[in-house]
């Protein structure tokens, strides 16, 4: 066989600089911190402070995904406290939680990944097992540490 070129190409030759991407099950989170719709929202914000992160899935009694909360839900609790006149512990997550949410197949790559993440506004992707049950979460800070993976001479 010739290349365009019109140079003999050995078809067993392994071209050593084209390696399939990583898939997203080898940077995504598989340990997550989960909250249940009825979780005080005051537990969450101390858990999000305490824990550096800044959003976990919501999952029912059945560990469903049912939403998602994060810093920028726990925001409007200063709205909602001070318009409602009533104690921000009272309120849950699933007064705050947001349904809006984006997720992927435990078989997607990072480069499949890294696009959702360029052409939507999503920080973050539940990752969904063959069965539609939670597997895992990855962020784009996931994908930064692909990336340095990946490129090791740039170190």
Do not use: W
Request: glycine residues 4%; hydrophobic residues 35%.
């Amino acid at each position: 066989m010739k290349n365009f070129q019109q140079k003999l190409v050995d078809a067993n030759q392994e071209d050593k600089h084209l390696k399939p991407p990583p898939p997203v099950s080898e940077y995504m989170v598989r340990k997550l911190i989960t909250f249940r719709p009825d979780t005080p929202i005051s537990e969450v914000i101390h858990s999000l402070l305490e824990n550096r992160i800044t959003g976990a899935p919501v999952l029912n009694e059945k560990n469903e995904v049912v939403g998602l909360i994060d810093d920028k839900d726990c925001l409007n609790v200063l709205f909602g406290g001070v318009y409602h006149n009533s104690p921000v512990s009272d309120d849950t997550v699933a007064s705050y939680m947001s349904n809006v949410m984006k997720t992927i197949s435990i078989h997607a790559n990072i480069l499949e990944v890294a696009n959702t993440f360029l052409t939507t506004p999503y920080k973050r992707l539940l990752v969904m097992d063959d069965n539609g049950k939670l597997a895992g979460q990855i962020s784009r800070r996931d994908i930064l540490r692909a990336i340095k993976d990946m490129n090791p001479l740039g170190k």
